[in-house]
């Protein structure tokens, strides 16, 4: 009973019931303006009718004839004399409020009828005649009177019903509304407690609820994605640890039972640095991709230009792919800018020029190129190397994803995951390509020069 919804039925209701009565406060007036005016023209050709008479025998005759056909007692005529006696007629006396020749007015009057001399409410008019006798002629308000009954009937047939009505459909909102809410705050409890495949159930229609549970399963859906995600990456976490982390163990122990120089003491001990180097590594890599993805920092953010940045990669990368005899080429004549973090444009491209010349083999080919395409930037790296095949290209950009070709090569698997952290941060698109061979490019809105 004190929910917004039933608050609402409420003051609608409320508002509805004010509408209601101003309406028929408006009918009544416009009625009563309406008979007064029929009144008033009954009673002032009423009142010239009589005083036309002649005499005074002919006025008092005129009044009878005025008043014979009087079935609900509506129509008053009565003539007085000079000193204020009543010479005829059924009004008793005249009202002192009664102004004389000012026309229609509405006062109080005794009748002389069966009535018993009740005092009435009538519209009436007070004519000074030529002899000095005045004659009143007046008519009862009871139509008005009638209107305003039947208006009140029809406000107790029509209004009241109506009210319990909208209380009804208030009431009925209130607990459809009351079941929605609990079914949502049910559904939201059971996925917190770990049902993580919880959903709302969706009617198929448009209304309010509809779409807000439509709403809710698809944020319950990124959140299993994202639990789920995250769950994975922390088993792809313990799983590459583990290998460097055995080998460190392995190593430590055999140098403590098989060592017999300082020498192989000492190699042994290399072989567990280099184990915890590469732990170190993936930790420092996770951290850097959190921070990446974490950050809404743009302060860095500044006007890079590509090619400069492109022959930058290409000067750091050059000597690596001649010592594994790869021809390496960097084509950037084009002048395209874009509005990001040089730093991690820079780091983005490395990760993809040092996957290229990571696995293609000597002989092979890698190739930086600086394209326009439309209004955007394309900083595209391909090689000749055995590529990524087409079912495993959406999946190089997780973390820890490593395809069968490349377990035999080190690498941690979290390049590509930089570079996507790299990309989103800028708002760019990311694509690579199946093989064999692979392009990769990194796609961006250039600022027009």
Known sequence: MRTTTFRWTLVVSAAFTFCILLMFAFVLAQAYRMMTSDVDRLINSGAEAIAAGATPDERLQRIDEHLRVNPRQAKFAALFSADGRRVGGNIVSVPPELAVDLGPQLVMVHATDASGGERQGIRAVAQKLPDGSTLIVGRSDYEFTWVVRSVERALLLGLIPTLCLAFAVGLFLNGRAQRRVEEVNQTVQRFVA??????????????????????????????????RRLAGVGDDIAHDLRTPLTRVRVSLERARHKAH?????????????LGLDQSLAIITALLRIAEIEHSRRMDGFRDVPLAELLRE??????????????AFAVHAADDATVHGDRDLLFEAV??????????????????????????????????SGPGIAANEVDQVAKRFYRSDKSRR????????????????????????????GCVAEIVGQRIAA
């Open 409 to 436: 090569d080190p690498g941690l698997g979290l390049g590509l995951s930089l570079v996507a952290a790299i990309v989103k941060l800028h708002g760019f698109r990311f694509n690579i390509s199946a093989g064999p």
């Open 194 to 227: 770990g049902e993580l495949r919880e959903r709302l159930p969706t009617p198929g229609t448009n209304d309010p609820f509809g779409r807000l549970a439509g709403l809710v399963n698809g944020i319950l859906d990124e959140v299993e994605s994202l639990v």
């Open 261 to 273: 120089s300082v020498d192989e003491l000492r190699g042994s001990v290399d072989q567990a640095i």
């Open 313 to 326: 990669v290409g000067d750091l990368y050059e000597p690596i792919a001649e010592d594994k005899k790869v």
């Open 350 to 383: 490395a990760n993809m020029v040092d996957n290229a010349v990571k696995f293609t083999p000597a002989g092979g080919k890698v190739a930086i190129d600086l394209l326009r395409r439309g209004d955007d930037a394309v900083m595209r790296v391909s090689d």
